[in-house]
């Protein structure tokens, strides 16, 4: 029966797999539709497992979108690299508990590993900690917890047991383009989605440095501040060096860096640069389901200081627990207890494409974009907006006979999206509408992005 279900499944997957790349990138129907072939009465009996994975596949099918395949150029979303899918399965059939090191010792110990390698590739402080998460948003939350244990601790204040009422004042500045994830963060932290500093930020979407000097000589007292590196429309990184010099300055301090996908550039040695003296901060949120191209769902909350990463993050004492002593209990920097072995799939990553492997995917994605931009800005009525420094790309569309710049870029960015042959999306980008272009998957190649650049260009002349 196991058998069956599980090589069924598998079976499944790999001819999803093997269709993707010409695959219709968006989805094919509706919710109703959906609704019809997936709802119905709780059932009451049960049904053959086989059959389940069966109809549950035929049933998912049309609303599963190709994202994983070489012309999904949407929000920032990677693919899957083989064998991080391969081990993501495993990691299914092991169904380790990866909260402590009794319950998944392997698990425990891959993490380790992967933590390792992962500090190496993004040439962050190797005696950091490294926590498992599911993505950015819980990566900044864990590493602001770590900040807000961190700063009040100084202040003689143990926001673990007393919680913030009556606690000293914290001070969190952000930019006016921090990511929404780490404003929610903050909110979740007691530290508020509003209560904090806004620095305005350049054209290209940078945190106005001189701005926060500016502010920063107004301040005392327990200091977060949080940086960018990767913006989400521009890919622009916030000048760490110069930011990070002027907030230590102060003698209570923590930097918190949101690097979702941005980090990346410090796996490569042409992209550094552009990520540099990020090392310096205290924290560092990075994702590992979009550019290393794990599956979902992988993040990772990067702490220079362990201590902090761990008393804020620990879980209190369970009399059942079986603690480690000298290995590592993953559930010590993740808010989670009881936790699917998420190290996995990110050592498979790692595995599969080594050093090199990782710089030049990094790599190859910024020269599609590069490329990309290059086609489109050249032809008549589009105007790429940003100075693409990274994989991500903002195009404008302008119509030959005059009239609506927004309406008629919506316009353009539907056209694609009902075609199916790639997927781009739409944003505001200082108040104007424009379509955003991420190349994030290790498998898209110079002739997917032909293939996008030549739909782009139609669905513009069409609309
Ligand atoms: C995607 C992104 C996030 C949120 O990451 P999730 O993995 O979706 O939780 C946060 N910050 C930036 C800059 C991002 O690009």
Known sequence: MTHDVLRRAADLAIQFRQGLPERRVGAQTDRATLLAALGGPLPEAGTDPVEVIEQLAAAADPGIIGMSGPRYFGFVIGGSLPASVGADWLTSAWDQNAGIYAAGPAASVVEEVAAAWLLELLDLPATASVGFVTGAQMANFSCLAAARHAVLARAGWDVGARGLSGAPEVTVVVSDEAHATVLTALGYLGLGRERNLRIPADAQGRMRVDQLEGVLGRVDGPLIVCLQAGNVNTGAFDDAVRATEAVRRHPNTWVHVDGAFGLWARSSADLA???????????????????????????????????????????????????????????????????????????????????????????????????????????????????????????????????????????????????????????????????????????????????????????????
């Open 273 to 463: 640069s552009a990520a540099a003296g990020l090392e310096a901060a205290d924290s560092w949120a990075v994702d590992g389901h979009k550019w290393l191209n794990v599956p979902y769902d992988s993040g990772y909350a990067i702490v220079a200081d362990p201590a902090a990463h761990v008393a804020a993050l620990a879980p209190a004492a369970g009399a059942y627990i079986q603690y480690a002593a000298a290995e590592r209990d993953p559930f010590n920097f993740v808010p989670e207890y009881s936790r699917r072995a998420r190290g996995f799939a990110t050592y498979a990553a790692i595995r599969e494409l080594g050093r090199e492997g990782v710089a030049s995917m990094i790599e190859r994605c910024c020269t599609i974009a590069a490329h990309m931009a290059d086609r489109l800005r050249v032809a008549e009525g589009i105007e790429v907006l940003n100075d693409v420094v990274l994989n991500q790309v903002l195009v404008r569309f302008h119509p030959s006979a005059g009239g609506d710049v927004d309406a008629h870029t919506r316009n353009v960015v539907a056209r694609i999206q009902a075609d199916g042959g790639a997927w781009l999306g739409a944003t505001t980008w200082n108040g104007m509408a424009a379509m955003r272009i991420s190349v994030s998957n290790w498998s898209t190649s110079q002739a997917d992005a032909d293939r996008a650049v030549e739909l782009i260009l139609r669905s513009a002349t069409d609309a």
